[in-house]
């Protein structure tokens, strides 16, 4: 069993910043992707940012050049670093992570940004 633990979320006002942390345990294979996806109220699940275990990432267009992730690959864990955040930034982040044996998520975690 996998389980993905985030962390770091909560309330911002707009321009602020947070930071998520993901960290994955237990049976881990060959982990090839880890990332955040965000859903808000009445919204689909959607792609914010991933990296490969080779560092490569792909960022939405809707947060480029305010999100950043980055991966610790000597700890399995991912990081997103949000900065000028906004209210359409609201949702609940959850982590992913692609392994060789499936595809796991974390429990998600809640980022409100208001005044």
Excluded: H
């Excluded at 993905?4 to 982990?31: D, F, K, Y």
């Excluded at 109220?41 to 305010?66: F, I, M, Y």
């Amino acid at each position: 069993q996998v389980q993905l633990v985030e962390s770091g979320g909560g309330l911002v006002q707009p321009g602020g910043s947070l930071r998520l942390s993901c960290a994955a345990s237990g049976s881990i294979t060959s982990i090839f992707t880890m990332g955040w996806y965000r859903q808000a109220p009445g919204k689909q699940r959607e792609l914010v940012a991933v990296v490969t275990s080779g560092g490569n990432t792909n960022v939405a267009d809707s947060v480029k050049g305010r999100f950043t992730i980055s991966r610790d690959n000597a700890k399995n864990t991912v990081y997103l670093q949000m900065n000028s955040l906004k209210p359409e930034d609201t949702a609940v982040y959850f982590c992913n992570s692609k392994m060789l044996f499936g595809e796991y998520w974390g429990q998600g975690t809640q980022v409100t940004v208001s005044s």
